[in-house]
């Protein structure tokens, strides 16, 4: 059975206060993205049309790509979740393992594919940025709200690729921690934990998929 703590009745008491604080914190970082969300929707409500010709510059492709990774690495921690309650602790280090490489392999597409280029071109706010659009694509848009755009765009998700970054080294500590102390993991509420953080981690992507790569016209 669990190990129940001095602080807690039973082991229902137990698992149902570290999930209450995962909620909660879970809750925290909705109204940590919710307000960059809602700024971007505003500009983009705005800025429609030079929005539109903007993200033509984000290829869709990759950030289809990104998020089929993403989606796999949620599978595999799902099941990672169902092996610890079946304690198959072999099965689950697997899993952790799958999706950390999903995560080191997001953010990679990510920096090579995506940001990599963007800074070689001078797609990203800095002070010659207007010189440097209007050299490789033209007048054909607002270069102030173009800029407004990759600000916005760098700044979600590079945040969001911290939390992917963040999410990588907790499955490498929690792997370490089965396999060195397994006594320590008495339950599966701490993988659960860090899945429902790697599930908002890859909830937060989905709308940005669409938001940046997939803008109407």
């Given at each position: 059975m669990p190990e129940v703590y001095p602080q807690f009745e039973d082991i229902d008491q137990q698992q149902e206060t570290y999930i209450v604080g995962m909620w909660a914190f879970l809750v925290n970082e909705v109204m940590f993205f919710g307000p960059l969300f809602f700024i971007y929707?505003?500009?983009a409500w705005k800025h429609n049309a030079v929005f539109y010709?903007?993200?033509h510059h984000?290829?869709?492709k990759i950030g289809a790509l990104n998020t089929t990774i993403l989606l796999i690495s949620s599978w595999m921690v799902a099941m990672a979740v169902h092996y610890h309650q079946k304690n198959q602790l072999k099965k689950v280090c697997n899993m952790l393992w799958g999706a950390a490489v999903c995560g080191t392999l997001f953010l990679a597409i990510k920096l090579i594919?995506?940001?990599a280029p963007k800074f070689s071109h001078?797609?990203?706010p800095n002070p010659g940025f207007q010189s440097r659009y209007l050299a490789y694509?033209?007048?054909d848009t607002n270069v102030d709200v173009a800029r407004l755009f990759?600000?916005?765009y760098f700044a979600i998700t590079g945040l969001h690729a911290l939390h992917v970054l963040i999410g990588v080294l907790i499955f490498v500590w929690l792997i370490r921690l089965i396999k060195k102390r397994p006594d320590v993991i008495t339950d599966y509420v701490p993988t659960e934990m860090v899945g429902l953080?790697?599930?908002?981690?890859?909830?937060?992507w989905i709308f940005l998929f669409p938001l940046f790569y997939l803008m109407p016209k």
């Open positions: 929707g505003l500009y010709v903007t993200s984000l290829d869709y594919f995506e940001w001078g797609l990203f694509y033209g007048a990759f600000s916005m953080y790697w599930h908002f981690v890859d909830l937060v």
